[in-house]
């Protein structure tokens, strides 16, 4: 089950609602939860959860002790919005940071005022990176306390460890921008530093090559591809778990054969998949696991579904991202279905 923000954490905090909702969907082999803040200026949207205080240890022990007893691996997905946020949506006394100070076009919601421009991120000084590393490290060490099976970094979607990769977003002089080797420093340092922590069987990446969510400016093709492939070998050195690939009809082949060669342990492909797609992605070889989320989202049995070859709920829209049970966990089960008939 591929990550997805939900928005439940009511005051940043896991709770029952929460527990209640993976342990639903853990037919699944392996969940990647919602996107966790390591720190409390990453908290970039309203109702993320986040693992960096001992309330939200606490609340994330219910989730992770119902996914376990219903048989599933979990791992946590820590994710630092960095400039793709707002300032209401962080702690009081918090702002808003990134590589630089360039402010992403577009708005945010807000729950005390609606949709906002995004704030303009401070730049994070020499002191700020540190920080940033040691509070992920922090959170993972937190998550494995907590009861995680390992931590996947969220370098995707145009958040703050694909804002690194960026040179259009990255404009920093020092040995955190500039070449490829400097702008991919930031997201190693943090896989080294975790796979030390809590080991590296126990680390995954996930990326979104030649993505441009989250104002994701485009840059150059020869450097987008050299950039990945740069990643995965050291990535690969380090000997992480997994890496995570958002797919997108952007990515060249040449690119997914360079990410594939130069990473010798699992590689994880979600984005639109079917049941059938997936099947012929995993007996290709291209992909080792495949991932689902939006089946997931409405469909708590996907798995019994897809053995069954049953259709599949519809997403409510509507309350994707809304507090609350409502399109969250009263999606029905194919028993339950059956009752209604």
């Not at 929460?18 to 392996?30: D, I």
């Not at 360039?102 to 708005?107: D, I, L, S, V």
């Not at 809304?322 to 339950?336: F, I, N, R, S």
Request: net charge negative.
């Amino acid at each position: 089950m591929a990550p997805m923000t939900r928005s439940r954490a009511l005051n940043n905090l896991p709770n029952e609602l929460m527990a209640t909702y993976y342990r639903q969907r853990s037919g699944a082999g392996l969940i990647v939860t919602e996107g966790t803040s390591p720190s409390p200026e990453g908290l970039g949207y309203p109702r993320i959860p986040g693992i960096f205080s001992e309330a939200q240890v606490d609340g994330w022990k219910a989730v992770t002790k119902g996914v376990h007893e219903a048989g599933s691996r979990i791992f946590l997905q820590l994710m630092h919005t960095g400039r793709i946020a707002h300032i209401a949506n962080l702690p009081e006394g918090y702002q808003p940071v990134g590589l630089s100070d360039r402010k992403a076009a577009g708005e945010i919601f807000t729950d005390t005022a609606g949709l906002q421009e995004h704030s303009v991120p401070v730049a994070l000084d020499a002191e700020g990176i540190v920080n940033v590393i040691n509070n992920f490290v922090k959170a993972a060490i937190n998550a494995v306390r907590t009861g995680f099976d390992g931590v996947e970094l969220h370098g995707a979607n145009g958040y703050l460890l694909e804002q690194s990769l960026n040179p259009h977003v990255n404009t920093r002089t020092d040995n955190y921008g500039g070449s490829i080797e400097n702008r991919s420093r930031l997201t190693l340092e943090i896989a080294e530093k975790i796979a030390s922590a809590i080991g590296r069987e126990k680390v995954g990446l996930r990326i979104s090559p030649y993505s441009t969510l989250s104002d994701m400016p485009a840059y150059d093709e020869a450097d987008v591809h050299q950039t990945y492939a740069y990643l995965s070998g050291e990535l690969n050195r380090l000997g992480i778990a997994y890496i995570h690939i958002s797919d997108n009809p952007s990515i060249p082949q040449k690119t997914h054969q360079s990410i594939r060669s130069a990473f010798s342990n699992t590689l994880i492909y979600c984005n639109g998949l079917t049941a059938q797609t997936a099947e012929a992605k995993l007996q290709a070889g291209s992909a080792d696991l495949v991932a689902f989320a939006r089946s997931f989202l409405s469909n708590p049995d996907f798995m019994r579904r897809i053995e069954k070859n049953a259709p599949l709920n519809e997403v409510d829209y509507r309350t994707l991202y809304t507090p609350g049970a409502q399109g969250y966990t009263d999606y029905p089960v194919l028993d339950e279905l059956a009752q209604l008939v």
